[in-house]
C-alpha cells in the first residue's frame, strides 16, 4: 500500500479517536440524587450557559417549573447521538422535545393549560420555524461561513477539530438541504427568520402573551444565541440596529429564569468552564 495513503488512514484514526475523547467521556456512574432530573450536557459556551439551543431550551424549561435538577457537564451523547438528554430515577430520556412531554407528565406541569388551541398551534409552528430552519443557519454561520469560527474557538477547539467540524457541519447541512445554499443566501434565511420572530413577538412580554409557557423555552433557546453568541456576525448586527425587541425578549426571561447566567458563562476563559 502506498505510504501516503497509510499516513492519511493513521491521520484520520487519530483525530477520530480525539473526537471521541472530547465528545465520550465516560459517564460518571455516581450514584445521583434521588427525585432529581439530571441534565446531560457539553461545556459552557463564552456568552451563553451552553452553545447547543437545545440544552438552553430544557434548562430554561426546568427552571421555569421549579424542577429539581443537576447539571452534568460530561459531553456524553443520548442514544440518539445528541445532545441533551436526561436522567430521572431509572428513566433515560434524550430529545429536548421529548424530555419536556416527559417532564410535562412526570411533573403535571400546567404550564400550557390556559393557551387555546391556536396558541398551541402558532407555539408549535414558531418551534418548528427554530428549530428545523432557524438552527441550521446558526450551525451553518458557526462551522462553515464564520472564517474566524470565534465561537469554536473560544471554547478551545484546535485547527484540526475545527475542521473536522466543518466536513460534518457541511455533510449535515447539505444532506438536510439548507447547506445547498450560498453564504449570501444563508444570512438572508436567518434575518427572514429573525424579522418574523421580532414583528410576531412586537411588545408582547412573553411569546404568546403576559405569560410565559413552553415555546417561550424553545425560542429562547434559539434566540439567546444570536442575541449573545454569535460575535462580529451581521445577524448580530441586524439584531441591534432592527430587531431590538429580540434583545429585550431576552434579557426579560434571563433576568426572571438565569439569575446566575454570568457565573456560567466562560466569557472564553476555558479555565473556568464547566
Ligand atoms: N431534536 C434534537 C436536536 C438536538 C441537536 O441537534 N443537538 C445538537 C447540538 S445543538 C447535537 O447534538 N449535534 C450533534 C450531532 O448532530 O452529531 C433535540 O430537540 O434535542
Not at 434521588?34 to 446531560?40: A, E, F, M, R, W
Not at 426546568?62 to 441533551?84: A, C, F, H, Q, W
Not at 444565541?225 to 441586524?238: C, L, N
Request: contains cysteine.
Amino acid at each position: 500500500m502506498d505510504s501516503c495513503l497509510l499516513l492519511g488512514i493513521g491521520a484520520l484514526a487519530v483525530v477520530g479517536f480525539l473526537i471521541k475523547k472530547y465528545l465520550n467521556k465516560s459517564v460518571n456512574k455516581a450514584d445521583y440524587p434521588k427525585d432529581t432530573v439530571i441534565l446531560h450536557q457539553l461545556g459552557s459556551g463564552p456568552y451563553c450557559p451552553s452553545l447547543s439551543p437545545f440544552v438552553i431550551k430544557v434548562e430554561t424549561y426546568l427552571r421555569m417549573n421549579k424542577i429539581p435538577y443537576k447539571n452534568e457537564y460530561d459531553r456524553v451523547m443520548s442514544s440518539k447521538g445528541k445532545t441533551p438528554w436526561i436522567q430521572y430515577n431509572d428513566d433515560v430520556m434524550p430529545d429536548s422535545h421529548f424530555i419536556i412531554q416527559y417532564l410535562k407528565n412526570k411533573f403535571n406541569i400546567k404550564i400550557n393549560d390556559k393557551l387555546t388551541p391556536e396558541q398551541k398551534a402558532t407555539g408549535a409552528s414558531f418551534t418548528h420555524l427554530v428549530e428545523d430552519h432557524l438552527y441550521w443557519g446558526l450551525l451553518l454561520w458557526r462551522s462553515v461561513y464564520d472564517k474566524n469560527k470565534t465561537i469554536f474557538r473560544m471554547i478551545g477547539l484546535n485547527s484540526i477539530i475545527l475542521w473536522i467540524f466543518e466536513r460534518k457541519a457541511r455533510s449535515v447541512c447539505h444532506a438536510q438541504g439548507q447547506g445547498r445554499h450560498t453564504r449570501t443566501e444563508t444570512i438572508q434565511l436567518i434575518e427572514d427568520d429573525l424579522r418574523f420572530i421580532s414583528n410576531f413577538i412586537g411588545n408582547k412580554k412573553y411569546f404568546l402573551g403576559d405569560n410565559p409557557t413552553e415555546t417561550d423555552c424553545a425560542i429562547f433557546g434559539q434566540l439567546c444565541q444570536f442575541v449573545w453568541q454569535t460575535p462580529d456576525s451581521p445577524m448580530e448586527t441586524s439584531i441591534r440596529e432592527k430587531y431590538t425587541n429580540l434583545i429585550d425578549y431576552c434579557e426579560r426571561i434571563k433576568s426572571r429564569y438565569w439569575p446566575d447566567w454570568d457565573e456560567l458563562i466562560t466569557r472564553g476563559n476555558n479555565n473556568n468552564k464547566k
